[in-house]
């Protein structure tokens, strides 16, 4: 069974730092180029971070640049999002994406984890 769990959200001041793992299971995950989308209330989903298969290529939304780093363990299965200097625009949902190069239809999504920047 294909499954994506988030996990490591929570309430913080801004200026905080939390980080979030996405663990994978019933799926090769390194295979699969990863992503991390959030979603705020009343807004689209938007992505935040990308990495490659192997973790060889990055890249970000300008809007948290410098502030989050998105990172994997392919022996752990595992997908990570570093977020520090945290403001309250970046409260939304965190949602984990995985995605196979050669394959648009292997397409997988976790249930999302809520990050919440407040003081």
């Known amino acids: 069974q294909v499954q994506l769990v988030e996990s490591g959200g929570d309430l913080v001041q801004p200026g905080g730092s939390l980080r979030l793992s996405c663990a994978a299971a019933?799926?090769?995950?390194?295979?699969?180029?990863m992503r991390w989308y959030r979603q705020a209330p009343g807004k689209e989903r938007e992505l935040v971070a990308f990495?490659?298969?192997?973790?060889?290529?990055?890249n970000y939304a300008d809007s948290v640049k410098g502030r989050f780093t998105i990172s994997r363990d392919n022996a752990k299965n595992t997908l990570y999002l570093q977020m520090n200097s945290l403001k309250p625009e970046d409260t939304a949902v965190y949602y984990c994406?995985?995605?196979?190069?050669?394959?648009?239809?292997?397409?997988?999504w976790g249930q999302g984890t809520q990050v919440t920047v407040s003081s």
């Open positions: 994406n995985a995605n196979h190069p050669g394959n648009l239809l292997l397409n997988y």
């Open positions: 019933g799926f090769t995950a390194s295979r699969y180029a």
């Open positions: 990495i490659s298969s192997t973790g060889g290529s990055t």
